[in-house]
C-alpha cells in the first residue's frame, strides 16, 4: 500500500527515490525510506528508469533543488533539536519521511510528533504507517490551510507553549494569501518566544498563476527583499532569521552544477517566534 497519487506529493516522493538510487554519494538524496509511501510498481520503474530519462529529469532546475531542499530542512531539523525544542510539528507533510528518519532523536529528547496534512492524504499516511508498530510516537491531524480557522490544531497547541518547530516544506504557493498569513499569525500567537518556523514561498512575479485553483484564488507570494520579508513577519510577530532563494540553495548544497539551470523560483524562511 501507499499513499493516494495526490500529483506533487507523489511526484516529489518519486524524485527523491530516483535521487536516493540513481545518484552518485555527492548528489544522493539523504531520504531513504520515501520509498515505502510509493505503490510498489512505481518503484520498479523508478528502478528501471533509462539514462535518457534520467537525463531529462536532471535537465530540469526542480530536480537538483529538490536535493538541496531536503538537506536543507533537514539541517533545520537538526539545528531545531540542538536548540531544545521539545515538540515537532509538520504541515502539508505528505510524503515527508522526517517523523520516521530521526526516531532515534525524537524518543530519546522526548520531543512530540505531530502531521497535519488533508484528511485524505492524512488519514491514508496514518493507516500506512500503523503498520509501522515501532513509529507510534507520531500524532496525525487532518488540517487544511484554506480553512480560515482551525480549532483542532489549536486545541493540540494547548496553553502550555513548549519551544516548537513548525515546518512547511513546499505548502505555501498552494494556499490563499489572507489564510497563509493567518495562519502565520496563529502560530506566532500560540507558540513559545524562540519557537522555529521554517517554510519555503514562491517569489512573486514568477509563475503567478502557480498553484491557483478554486479554492486557492489568490496564493501566497513574497517579494526577494530580505527588508519587505522581516518586515511583513515582524507585523505577524516572528523575526527572520534567515532567507535564502532557491538557486542559492542549489549552488551552496549541491555539488559541481557548473552550467546546470538553477530554479530560480522560489525562496526559504527560518523564523523565530518573539510574540506581538
Given amino acids: 500500500m501507499a499513499l493516494p497519487d495526490m500529483s506533487n506529493s507523489m511526484y516529489v516522493a518519486r524524485l527523491r527515490y530516483i535521487q536516493t538510487i540513481h545518484e552518485s554519494p555527492e548528489r544522493r538524496n539523504p531520504d531513504t525510506m520515501?520509498?515505502?509511501?510509493?505503490?510498489?510498481?512505481?518503484?520498479?520503474?523508478?528502478?528501471?528508469?533509462?539514462?535518457?530519462?534520467?537525463?531529462?529529469?536532471?535537465?530540469?532546475?526542480?530536480?537538483?533543488?529538490?536535493l538541496a531542499r531536503t538537506k536543507y530542512y533537514d539541517q533545520i531539523v537538526s539545528d531545531a533539536f540542538a536548540d531544545g525544542i521539545?515538540?515537532?510539528?509538520?504541515?502539508?507533510?505528505?510524503?515527508?519521511?522526517?517523523?520516521?528518519?530521526?526516531?532515534?532523536?525524537?524518543?530519546?529528547?522526548?520531543?512530540?510528533?505531530?502531521?497535519?496534512?488533508?484528511?485524505?492524504?492524512?488519514?491514508?499516511?496514518?493507516?500506512?504507517?500503523?503498520?509501522?508498530?515501532?513509529?507510534?510516537?507520531?500524532?496525525?491531524?487532518?488540517?487544511?490551510?484554506?480553512?480560515?480557522?482551525?480549532?483542532?490544531?489549536?486545541?493540540?497547541?494547548?496553553?502550555?507553549?513548549?519551544?516548537?518547530?513548525?515546518?512547511?516544506?513546499g505548502v505555501s504557493p498552494y494556499i490563499n494569501e489572507n489564510t497563509f498569513s493567518d495562519f502565520l499569525r496563529l502560530l506566532a500567537t500560540h507558540l513559545a518566544p524562540g519557537s522555529h518556523v521554517a517554510y519555503d514561498f514562491k517569489i512573486s512575479g514568477v509563475k503567478d498563476d502557480?498553484?491557483?485553483?478554486?479554492?486557492?484564488?489568490?496564493?501566497?507570494?513574497?517579494?526577494?527583499?530580505?527588508?519587505?520579508?522581516?518586515?511583513f513577519h515582524k507585523g505577524l510577530g516572528l523575526q527572520l532569521d534567515h532567507m535564502e532563494l532557491s538557486s542559492e540553495l542549489s549552488k551552496r548544497l549541491v555539488p559541481n552544477l557548473n552550467g546546470q539551470p538553477l530554479f530560480e523560483e522560489d525562496g526559504l524562511l527560518h523564523l523565530r517566534v518573539t510574540g506581538i
Fill in 86 to 169: 521539545e515538540r515537532f510539528v509538520m504541515v502539508g507533510c505528505g510524503s515527508d519521511t522526517r517523523s520516521y528518519r530521526f526516531k532515534d532523536t525524537l524518543l530519546n529528547k522526548g520531543i512530540k510528533v505531530l502531521e497535519c496534512d488533508q484528511a485524505a492524504a492524512i488519514n491514508e499516511k496514518k493507516r500506512l504507517t500503523k503498520q509501522w508498530q515501532h513509529f507510534g510516537h507520531v500524532e496525525y491531524l487532518a488540517i487544511d490551510l484554506n480553512d480560515h480557522e482551525w480549532p483542532k490544531f489549536e486545541h493540540w497547541l494547548g496553553a502550555a507553549k513548549p519551544k516548537t518547530l513548525v515546518m512547511l516544506e
Fill in 34 to 66: 520515501v520509498r515505502h509511501f510509493m505503490p510498489m510498481m512505481l518503484r520498479f520503474r523508478t528502478k528501471m528508469l533509462g539514462k535518457d530519462e534520467l537525463s531529462k529529469l536532471r535537465s530540469d532546475p526542480f530536480y537538483y533543488y529538490l
Fill in 210 to 231: 502557480f498553484g491557483r485553483s478554486e479554492r486557492t484564488e489568490k496564493p501566497f507570494r513574497l517579494s526577494t527583499s530580505k527588508e519587505q520579508t522581516a518586515a
